[in-house]
Nanobody, 127 residues
Framework: QVQLVESGGGTVQAGGSLRLSCEASGPTFMYAMGWFRQPPGKEREFVAA????????YDADSVRGRFAISKHNAKNTVYLQMNSLKPEDTAVYYCSARPQGSSGSYYYPSSRAYDYWGQGTQVTVSS
C-alpha cells in the first residue's frame, strides 16, 4: 500500500515558479511516479513521470522545458518544479504511483494506469 501527500500549491503570477512535493509512504522502489493535472471543467491530463529505480523522466509536450520532475530518495519525495508558469497551467495537480512494468517501463500517460493517488493541490496562475 502506498500513500501520497502533495503540497506546495498556491497562487502565482504568470511567469512565476512553484515547486510541488509528493511525499510517499510505503514501498516505492521499482514504482513509476507521475504528476497529472485537472484544469477546471476538463479531464485529468498527464504532466510528467519518473522511474523511482533509475530516475528516468518524461515530460508532456505542453510543459517540456518549463517543468521538471525529480525525486529525493532519502525523503521518499517526488518534486515537480514549475517555471515560467502560464494561466493555462491553472489546475489541481495530482501525484500518482504504480509498479513499473516488467521491462522497467515507467511512462504511463493514462490516468487509468495508476493505482495510487494523492489528494491534489491547487495551482492558480494569474495573468
Amino acid at each position: 500500500q502506498v500513500q501520497l501527500v502533495e503540497s506546495g500549491g498556491g497562487t502565482v503570477q504568470a511567469g512565476g515558479s512553484l515547486r510541488l512535493s509528493c511525499e510517499a509512504s510505503g514501498p516505492t522502489f521499482m514504482y513509476a511516479m507521475g504528476w497529472f493535472r485537472q484544469p477546471p471543467g476538463k479531464e485529468r491530463e498527464f504532466v510528467a513521470a519518473i522511474s523511482w529505480s533509475d530516475s528516468r523522466t518524461y515530460d508532456a509536450d505542453s510543459v517540456r522545458g518549463r517543468f521538471a520532475i525529480s525525486k529525493h530518495n532519502a525523503k521518499n519525495t517526488v518534486y515537480l518544479q514549475m517555471n515560467s508558469l502560464k494561466p493555462e497551467d491553472t489546475a489541481v495537480y495530482y501525484c500518482s504511483a504504480r509498479p513499473q512494468g516488467s521491462s522497467g517501463s515507467y511512462y504511463y500517460p493514462s490516468s487509468r494506469a495508476y493505482d495510487y493517488w494523492g489528494q491534489g493541490t491547487q495551482v492558480t496562475v494569474s495573468s
